[in-house]
Structures are given as structure tokens and as C-alpha cells.
């Protein structure tokens, strides 16, 4: 083999070793997931202690995902590893309702992504 093609497959398998790690069918369920967190206009989240909309917290999600994108290869590895707890203080996220009823962020994610 040439030097030159030796870089060739070098180059091409660089390429696909960095490929975003989800699939198009699980990036699609993770985005659901966001936008079924986006829409709960009844809920607060709270993340370390502080509260945040379902909006502000789509967008937090979106942009953790973005950030561990390579880690992240189904919806339940979105879940685990960006939608559950902080990275910082390891403090689980959670959703308070009106109702008073409070969930682990993790927890109802789950429930959804099996009713998808």
C-alpha cells in the first residue's frame, strides 16, 4: 500500500469514527422527549436546587444533549446520562406539578419514552 492511501482509509475511518453516536430513529425519540418536556406548562423543574420552566428546561436539555452528544446512542442513554441528575452535583432532576406531586426527571422520562 501507498503512503497516499494508506492516509486515504486513515481519513475515512476518522470520519466515521466521529459520526454523531445516535441514530436517526433514537435521535427522534429523544427530541420527543424534549418536546413532551417543553409542552408540561404545569410543571416546574427544579436542577440544584433552583426552578425552571418547562421551556427553560427543554432548552437546559437540548443544549446537555448537544454537549454529551457522542455519549448518548439511544433515548435511554439520553435519560441516564443527560436527563436524570447533574453532572456537577450529581442532585437528581426533578419535575413538582401543580398537584404538588413531585417525579424524578429520570423516572418520567422513562414512563414516556415506553409509551412512545
Given amino acids: ?3 497516499k492511501l494508506i492516509m486515504q ?6 470520519f466515521f469514527v466521529n459520526l454523531p453516536a445516535a441514530e436517526p430513529a433514537e435521535k427522534a425519540k429523544i427530541e420527543a422527549l424534549i418536546t413532551h418536556i417543553q409542552g408540561l406548562e404545569n410543571a416546574t423543574f427544579v ?3 433552583s426552578d425552571y420552566s418547562a421551556a427553560n428546561a427543554a432548552k437546559f436539555l437540548r443544549a446537555k ?7 448518548v446512542q439511544t433515548a435511554a442513554d ?7 441528575a447533574s ?3 450529581g442532585k437528581p432532576y426533578v ?4 398537584d404538588g406531586k413531585e417525579t424524578p426527571c429520570g423516572e418520567y422520562l422513562t ?4 409509551k412512545q
Fill in 1 to 3: 500500500m501507498t503512503t
Fill in 65 to 71: 444533549w448537544e454537549h454529551h452528544e457522542k455519549e
Fill in 95 to 98: 419535575i413538582h406539578f401543580k
Fill in 9 to 14: 482509509l486513515f481519513c475515512l475511518l476518522c
Fill in 78 to 84: 439520553f435519560i441516564a446520562k443527560v436527563a436524570s
Fill in 87 to 89: 453532572g456537577t452535583s
Fill in 111 to 114: 414512563a414516556q419514552l415506553k
Fill in 47 to 49: 436542577r440544584n436546587g
